[in-house]
């Protein structure tokens, strides 16, 4: 994972390089480092923590710089300290060298450069010395051959004092390049440099890149220079801030009803066409496999509910399990559901679902991402940036589009009530949430239970519940309960029920547990608790709601840092 960040030319570095990197943090937040180039020497400064820490430094030092590379951190290799965040420098200070990725055979590359100090316990330090190392073949070789060498993914900037120069390396992990009139900027993600820049070149695996004075040459392995025109990128960012929320979580899921509507707007108009040519292909397959990691697999295992519902063959396959034991071939859509478009657990089932013979399609939120440049046909969820790690206006934006889909496949489809119901859902139960977040904050183990439909959303609370809440929780089929998991259920057990209408088969499941002791919470339009529409369609989105505006208000009342839980990241890119 992490945030790789640079720039070079006449804007001020610093502030420059300060902005990109607080647009990097989804990326990994443990620790932050940046070096700067002031004619041939390098500044570095780097520790645990967020770019916050060493705001003033970044800001004092880049100010008399002409370019510098930056780096937000999520721990893989080594954990968070002063030593393992990046950049990482040469024996000579000659090169400073910030990476994304995992370098798989680092040890074996260490163990060949003998004479030479590491200071920390990263993957990453390897290739600073190992390109040191051979740098008297010249730096450009030495990088190919670092390439030829390393295994696994990585995206490195690497910044040469002696010549200059800074070089770019590209493989498996995504890198991109912002041509501004007398600036280049660098970032793992063009969001970071977009109010600066909308030409973009994204880099290639196997391709590294030579930025020197502001021109930038890319090249492959053997040397052949690989011309390309920038992509121009429309960003239309609505807003990067918290306008007045404590969190951008509470902001998101405010901006829950907004976001489906203006969604439904534009799947019925500019985006209509797209939408039939999505459908088209997958009813042009025989059967349509579903591949998410995390939230957006609890969307897919609703999504692939919905479309065997009309009468299309899917399943759901969740990315991380994702092998070539599963049957696909040349009939087969593979269907990858993604917020970032970055998850590289997806990244691996495309690709093994390509070589397979499947034609892939997406449905993806972050514009220009490697799924989406990845995939044969794709469709955005328009939900706009989402910041907090946990995923929620996101989540409803994908099922929104997923069951829209699977309405326009039987012929039907129109958007109701909807935003207003939630509008409403939102505005009637901050109080009674806030509540049952007081009676359920101090609690170690949370049960949800849902049936059907509702089973993806109990497991989705209980994700949130865990991420934000820091609380053990179980998301499970109600009918289950009974299998095993009742044993656990004593006096005051919180047991939270997902209950659409009042003749529910869960219903049943419920009484069981209060039977037992349970504290039993129903969320339901007929709860004493919660005031929710009778709508039985739409309860997935209200239900859902209300578990994320819950596990918002226990992560608010524990004092935990709701935006950035511990040891995550917005956008996961390793395996
Ligand atoms: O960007 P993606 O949708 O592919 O991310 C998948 C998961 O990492 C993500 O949904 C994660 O589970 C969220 N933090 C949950 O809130």
Redesign the pocket.
């Known amino acids: 994972m992490c945030g790789i960040a640079g720039h070079y030319g006449s804007s001020d570095t610093g502030e420059v390089l300060l902005d990109m990197l607080k647009r990097l943090e989804y990326r990994g937040y443990d620790s932050t480092g940046a070096a700067f180039l002031s004619g041939s020497d390098i500044s570095t400064v780097k520790g645990t923590g967020d770019i916050e820490k060493i705001k003033e430094n970044v800001v004092f030092l880049g100010s008399v710089a002409d370019g510098g590379i930056g780096h937000t951190r999520w721990a893989t290799h080594g954990r968070a300290s002063d030593e393992n965040a990046h950049p990482h420098s040469s024996c000579e200070n000659r090169f400073s060298l910030v990476h994304n990725g995992i370098i798989e055979n680092h040890r074996k590359i260490k163990s060949e450069l003998g004479g030479h100090k590491f200071y920390s316990e990263t993957d990453s330090e390897v290739a600073v010395h190992y390109i040191e190392e051979k740098s008297t073949l010249g730096v450009e070789n030495a990088v190919v051959s670092f390439m030829e060498k390393a295994k696994g993914s990585y995206a490195v900037a690497l910044m040469d004092s002696k010549e200059e120069r800074v070089f770019l390396l590209k493989n498996g992990s995504p890198l991109a390049i912002g041509i501004g009139k007398k600036d280049v900027f660098i970032a793992s993600d063009p969001f970071a440099f977009h109010s600066y820049t909308d030409r973009v070149l994204f880099l290639r695996d196997g391709e590294y890149a030579v930025v020197d004075n502001c021109d930038v040459t890319i090249k492959n392995l053997d040397g052949a220079v690989q011309k390309r025109k920038p992509e121009v990128l429309e960003w239309k960012e609505r807003s990067f801030g918290k306008n007045g929320y404590r969190h951008y979580m509470q902001k998101e899921i405010r901006e829950i009803p907004g976001c489906i509507e203006r969604l439904e707007k534009l799947l019925e108009t500019v985006e209509s066409e797209k939408v039939d040519g999505f459908i088209d292909a997958l009813l042009g397959k025989d059967k349509v496999v579903l591949t ?8 897919s295992m609703l999504g692939s509910r919905f479309l065997r519902k009309v009468g299309v063959d899917a399943r759901v396959v969740v ?1 991380s399990e994702f092998g070539e034991n599963f049957e696909i071939d040349e009939e087969t859509l593979l269907l ?8 590289k ?2 990244l691996d089932a495309i690709e093994t679902a390509r070589k397979m013979g499947a034609d892939i399609a997406s449905i ?3 514009p220009h991402s490697t ?1 989406q440049r990845r995939s044969d046909v794709n469709l955005g969820i328009h939900a706009g940036r989402e910041f ?5 206006k ?2 409803t934006n ?1 099922v929104y589009t997923l069951r829209k889909i699977s309405k326009r496949i039987r012929g039907r489809s129109s958007v109701g009530n909807l935003p207003s119901n939630l509008k409403n859902t939102i505005k009637k139960n901050g109080e009674a949430v806030k509540k049952v977040a007081e009676e359920l904050k101090n609690k170690e183990d949370i049960y949800i239970l849902g049936k059907g439909e509702m089973h993806p959303v109990a497991e ?1 609370i209980s ?2 519940l865990k ?2 809440a820091y609380i053990h929780a179980e998301g499970m089929m109600g009918g289950e309960l009974k299998h095993g998991t009742l044993a656990l259920i004593e006096e005051g057990t919180p047991v939270i029920s997902l209950v659409p209408r009042r003749n529910s088969d869960i219903v049943s499941n419920l009484k069981e547990v209060k039977s037992r002791g349970a504290n039993s919470i129903e969320i339901s339009p007929f709860s004493d608790r919660f005031e929710l529409p009778d709508e039985d369609e739409d309860f997935i989105f209200f239900s859902a709601v209300l578990g994320f505006m819950l596990t918002y208000w226990i992560g608010r009342k524990k004092g935990l840092p709701v935006d950035r ?1 511990r040891n ?5 890119t390793v395996r």
Do not use: M, R, W, Y
Request: with cysteine.
């Open positions: 998410a990691s995390g939230t957006s697999h609890h969307a990315a990858a559901v993604s917020q970032s478009g970055e998850t657990d997806v993806t939120n972050t799924i907090c790690v946990a995923a929620t996101t989540f994908q989705e994700l949130k991420e934000i839980p995550l990241a917005k956008s996961v």
